[in-house]
Structures are given as C-alpha cells and as structure tokens.
C-alpha cells in the first residue's frame, strides 16, 4: 500500500493510502488543496473510496465535504462522531477493503470520545492519540485520561513496535515514526498509569486557533 503524506503551513498532516486503484484519504484539511489530493488520485489512476476522520478536529477544518461532493468516497467516521453524516458508521474492529488489502479500524479513545486509528499491515495512522513524542490533550471534546491510556497501552499495545506511526499533526515537519521509536522516547508513554492520568488531567494548553470554527464545520 502506497502511503502519501500531506503536511499543511499550521502542522495538520493527512495521508492518501493507495492499494490497487483504489485509495482512502486520511484527515483531510482544507489547509492543503483539495487539487493536491485529485492530482496524486489521477498520477496514481486511483478512485477514491473512503474519505476517513480520525475525530472531529478542532483546530483545523476539514475538507472532507468537496472531497465527497467530487468523488463517490464514502464517509467512515466512529458512530459517536457529532457529525450528521456518517455513509460508514464504525466503532472499532471493522476492516474496510481498500485494493488488494485491508484497513482495520480500532476504537482509541481519549483524545475524544469518538477517535479511532487505522492500520494497515505495516502501519497505523493514529490521528491525536499518539503523537511523535506526545500524545493528544484530554481536556475537552469529552476526553478522558483513562481511557486515552487504555487506548495507548492495550489497543495499540497490540501492534509490534515496528510498525510506522502517522499521526494526525506535528509541528516539527515530522511525518512519521514507529510504534519502538515511541515506547522507547516518547515521555508520556514512558508514565505509569497514575502519573499519566495526573499530568493529562493537569494539562490544559490554550484553546485552539480556529477551534469554534473548526468545530462547527467538522461536526456538519
Ligand atoms: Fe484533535
């Protein structure tokens, strides 16, 4: 499966996974242009089949409606998603046919209430659970630093530490990671399970740029 990361000024990434003709686009901002998208699906002769959210974003709006309205991608979002639209409604466990391969969607709680990862066989696009040297915040979109713990160690517990990690943003230019590199130096990772919730519940950074914008769009 091709992996083709986009990687916005404000440090939203999105990924456009290719496998057989048919692709799956990750995140979409309208930070990047929506061209940028329609032209890698016409270099690799690809139809876009899903257009996926890892969670309603708050700090940037996503361009999942053109995408939508200029293909005939569906959209996957988790079930608890605020969203009206949801073409593929999922709570974690399904795997979605892309080409010749699969995408398996597990619910990670914590960042929200409603985020999920997706993995393919070498990887996993954990949009704001896991973070290259971080993780998402906890304390608002119904967050909950339990479960984001949970989430870090027994759902993605079960991937082998080879495999590569996306996430939804860096702010270093950073696209990618493994899941080893991560459980190795990642300092949040590196916190027992009450001195995670400790510092997670302490932890309040400023709101957003754009976060009401961005929550009203993203929750159309
Ligand atoms: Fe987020």
Known sequence: MK?????????????LLIDGGEAAVIDPSEEIQTEQYLSALKEHDAALKYVIETHTHADHVSSAPELLQL?????????????????????????????????????TPGHTDESISICTDE????????????????????????????????????????TIVYPAHDYKERTASTLGEERASNPRLALAHDAF???????HPPTPDLFETAIAANSR
């Open 197 to 203: 919730i400790a510092e997670m519940d302490s932890h």
């Open 3 to 15: 992996t083709i990361p986009f990687h916005s000024s404000r440090g939203c990434l999105s990924y």
């Open 71 to 107: 293909t005939s991608a569906k959209l996957v979002r988790h079930q608890n998603a605020p969203s009206v639209r949801k073409d593929i409604a999922v709570r974690g466990g399904e795997r979605l046919a892309l080409g010749e391969s699969e995408l398996t969607l597990l619910a």
């Open 123 to 162: 990887a996993v696009f954990t949009g704001d659970a896991l973070l290259i040297g971080g993780t998402g915040r906890t304390d608002f979109q119904l967050g909950d630093s339990e479960a984001l713990y949970d989430s870090l160690h027994t759902v993605l517990g079960t991937l082998d530490d080879t």
